[in-house]
């Protein structure tokens, strides 16, 4: 079992930056990857970026060059830089951490605000 809980949302204004943390806890030892998901009102939920175990980082196109994903040593915490946030990213953002062979594990999210 693994237990993630996210911190870090709010509101921010246009063109701010917000870092968002994704702390793990319980069999964190066998987890291979952690992801950044977003849910925007009355959209599908999104991909926003994976961090493997071998430290390698892959973002959805759109992030790329403004989000970064990192990790404490370990999977304690994963975190997601956001820069330049625009009122496009207003949504719920969601960690995933997925155990091979045994299932993923969500979050419950934390709301990130970017009024127009």
């Known amino acids: 079992q693994v237990q993630l809980v996210e911190s870090g949302g709010g509101l921010v204004q246009p063109g701010g930056s917000l870092r968002l943390s994704c702390a793990a806890s319980?069999?964190?030892?066998?987890?291979?990857?952690m992801s950044w998901y977003r849910q925007a009102p009355g959209q599908q939920r999104e991909f926003v970026a994976v961090?493997?175990?071998?430290?390698?980082?892959d973002y959805a196109e759109s992030f790329k060059g403004r989000f970064t994903i990192s990790r404490d040593k370990g999977w304690s915490t994963v975190f997601l830089q956001m820069n330049n946030l625009n009122p496009e990213d207003t949504a719920v953002y969601s960690c995933?951490?997925?155990?091979?062979?045994?299932?993923?594990?969500w979050g419950q999210g934390t709301q990130v605000t970017v009024p127009s």
């Open positions: 995933q951490a997925v155990i091979p062979n045994v299932r993923a594990y």
């Open positions: 319980g069999s964190i030892a066998s987890i291979a990857a």
């Open positions: 961090l493997t175990g071998r430290g390698t980082a």
